[in-house]
């Protein structure tokens, strides 16, 4: 049987402040209080929705502290699961304050707090990312993908179960048995697909887990004594995968230019070789509107705010780029465009089309921008603020793999000549 929904004002507070007596009415914290130190309180919005803080009092000072959490009246089921969720984490997390202020007035010495599951942990790094920058994308993504693939390893570890032995499991779980999760979470069963995930992706989840698991030994509030991670050798952990960002040479993006490739409604050709000529990201390119082009003396630019970064850009915009530009009623977007691995999978058949050998994704074209540029003699602080990269580390790598290239290049000589060059 489906739970009820709290659909308003007064069914909201009275569903949620029945299940903890730490959480309490803004105007009525004596209620209950039973000698508590930490309290989860709510204060009724004019919207109808909850807004929750913490309160505290030790050593007679009071202390309130926002917490950027919001209970929403439940139009739906997602919103009930999502308001059940946060009510949960933050109930949890006031009893372990309380537990600690109680022991410290005590004279005990805080207990480590192993008892709290890695999966909530991980949960509430990424929320406090989003809460913090509003950005999906960046940290909040890596989190979720970590904590989805905790739940799938093992999802009700404890910090008191996370030590050595658990990390090398994982470890091994993410080289073995780790399914890329765009293919298996997708509602259409004829699309999932069994994909095992690359050596880059283990790579970034180890360092994101690593990351996590270093936050919560920290701090007098620390969740573990220390990060298990230490004591294993680099030799356990996953590396990077050197020199694999691939990219077309002009030639290549000339062929794809005169090869046709229509697949339904999606703007594929168009959306790629749009971003070849101005290096924008895939999530850039599905909210383009013809409302973010402007001009001024200098010639025609784009002006949007990237979404991975959150971050403004202005680029001006190459004639080339203009012309594959699909016509679009009103301000609509201008490229359709489907979810990125499917968009990846059209992507590879025009290619196929072209005989183009190389393994194709949208951000290739990010990539071939970059190179192109570099290679004709841009200045590489120039196709730093084309590409919008925050440090210039970043765009050099695109001047290392260029020089990679030529060096393989350079190299084919010996393998056409042979010992003809050499001196007796």
């Given at each position: 049987?489906?739970?009820?929904?709290?659909?308003?004002?007064?069914?909201?507070?009275?569903?949620?402040?029945?299940?903890?007596?730490?959480?309490?009415?803004?105007?009525?914290?004596?209620?209950?209080?039973?000698?508590?130190?930490?309290?989860?309180?709510?204060?009724?919005?004019?919207?109808?929705?909850?807004?929750?803080?913490?309160?505290?009092?030790?050593?007679?000072?009071?202390?309130?502290?926002?917490?950027?959490?919001?209970?929403?009246?439940?139009?739906?089921?997602?919103?009930?699961?999502?308001?059940?969720?946060?009510?949960?984490?933050?109930?949890?997390?006031?009893?372990?304050?309380?537990?600690?202020?109680?022991?410290?007035?005590?004279?005990?010495?805080?207990?480590?707090?192993?008892?709290?599951?890695?999966?909530?942990?991980?949960?509430?790094?990424?929320?406090?990312?989003?809460?913090?920058?509003?950005?999906?994308?960046?940290?909040?993504?890596?989190?979720?993908?970590?904590?989805?693939?905790?739940?799938?390893?093992?999802?009700?570890?404890?910090?008191?179960?996370?030590?050595?032995?658990?990390?090398?499991?994982?470890?091994?779980?993410?080289?073995?048995?780790?399914?890329?999760?765009?293919?298996?979470?997708?509602?259409?069963?004829?699309?999932?697909?069994?994909?095992?995930?690359n050596q880059n992706t283990q790579h970034r989840i180890i360092v994101k887990l690593n990351q996590v698991l270093k936050m919560a030994s920290r701090g007098k509030n620390r969740l573990i004594a220390s990060n298990p991670?230490?004591?294993?050798?680099?030799?356990?952990?996953?590396?990077?995968?050197?020199?694999?960002?691939?990219?077309?040479?002009?030639?290549?993006?000339?062929?794809?230019?005169?090869?046709?490739?229509?697949?339904?409604?999606?703007?594929?050709?168009?959306?790629?070789?749009?971003?070849?000529?101005?290096?924008?990201?895939?999530?850039?390119?599905?909210?383009?509107?013809?409302?973010?082009?402007?001009?001024?003396?200098?010639?025609?630019?784009?002006?949007?705010?990237?979404?991975?970064?959150?971050?403004?850009?202005?680029?001006?915009?190459?004639?080339?780029?203009?012309?594959?530009?699909?016509?679009?009623?009103?301000?609509?977007?201008?490229?359709?465009?489907?979810?990125?691995?499917?968009?990846?999978?059209?992507?590879?058949?025009?290619?196929?089309?072209?005989?183009?050998?190389?393994?194709?994704?949208?951000?290739?074209?990010?990539?071939?921008?970059?190179?192109?540029?570099?290679?004709?003699?841009?200045?590489?602080?120039?196709?730093?603020?084309?590409?919008?990269?925050?440090?210039?580390?970043?765009?050099?790598?695109?001047?290392?793999?260029?020089?990679?290239?030529?060096?393989?290049?350079?190299?084919?000589?010996?393998?056409?000549?042979?010992?003809?060059?050499?001196?007796?």
């Amino acid at each position: 049987m489906a739970k009820k929904l709290f659909r308003t004002k007064d069914e909201l507070w009275e569903g949620y402040t029945d299940l903890s007596k730490s959480f309490h009415l803004d105007n009525n914290l004596s209620k209950g209080r039973s000698g508590r130190k930490v309290y989860l309180l709510g204060r009724q919005l004019k919207t109808g929705n909850i807004s929750l803080y913490r309160y505290s009092c030790h050593d007679g000072k009071r202390l309130r502290e926002s917490l950027d959490s919001v209970l929403r009246l439940e139009v739906d089921y997602n919103i009930k699961r999502e308001n059940e969720e946060m009510i949960r984490l933050q109930v949890m997390a006031t009893n372990v304050l309380n537990e600690d202020l109680e022991r410290t007035e005590s004279n005990y010495t805080p207990r480590i707090k192993n008892n709290v599951r890695l999966v909530d942990y991980v949960r509430k790094v990424g929320d406090d990312a989003l809460a913090e920058t509003g950005n999906r994308h960046s940290v909040y993504a890596a989190m979720w993908s970590l904590r989805k693939h905790i739940e799938i390893f093992d999802t009700d570890v404890t910090f008191r179960q996370v030590d050595e032995d658990w990390v090398r499991r994982f470890i091994d779980y993410l080289k073995h048995d780790a399914l890329n999760l765009n293919f298996t979470r997708v509602n259409d069963d004829d699309k999932k697909k069994k994909v095992k995930i690359n050596q880059n992706t283990q790579h970034r989840i180890i360092v994101k887990l690593n990351q996590v698991l270093k936050m919560a030994s920290r701090g007098k509030n620390r969740l573990i004594a220390s990060n298990p991670m230490d004591a294993l050798d680099s030799k356990e952990k996953v590396s990077a995968k050197p020199g694999t960002r691939e990219y077309l040479d002009e030639k290549e993006v000339k062929i794809l230019l005169n090869t046709p490739f229509k697949h339904g409604k999606y703007s594929i050709k168009e959306a790629f070789l749009f971003a070849c000529f101005t290096g924008l990201r895939y999530s850039d390119l599905k909210r383009v509107k013809m409302s973010d082009f402007g001009e001024d003396e200098n010639g025609r630019f784009l002006k949007i705010t990237m979404q991975k970064t959150r971050q403004p850009l202005k680029i001006f915009v190459p004639q080339i780029a203009f012309d594959v530009l699909p016509k679009v009623e009103n301000d609509s977007p201008l490229f359709y465009l489907p979810k990125n691995d499917y968009g990846n999978e059209c992507l590879r058949k025009w290619c196929r089309d072209a005989r183009i050998k190389k393994t194709v994704t949208f951000h290739v074209a990010r990539h071939t921008s970059a190179t192109i540029l570099y290679s004709s003699g841009v200045p590489l602080q120039v196709i730093q603020k084309q590409l919008g990269h925050g440090k210039i580390a970043t765009t050099e790598i695109y001047a290392k793999m260029m020089d990679s290239a030529q060096v393989t290049a350079s190299k084919k000589f010996d393998s056409i000549f042979g010992n003809d060059g050499k001196k007796e």
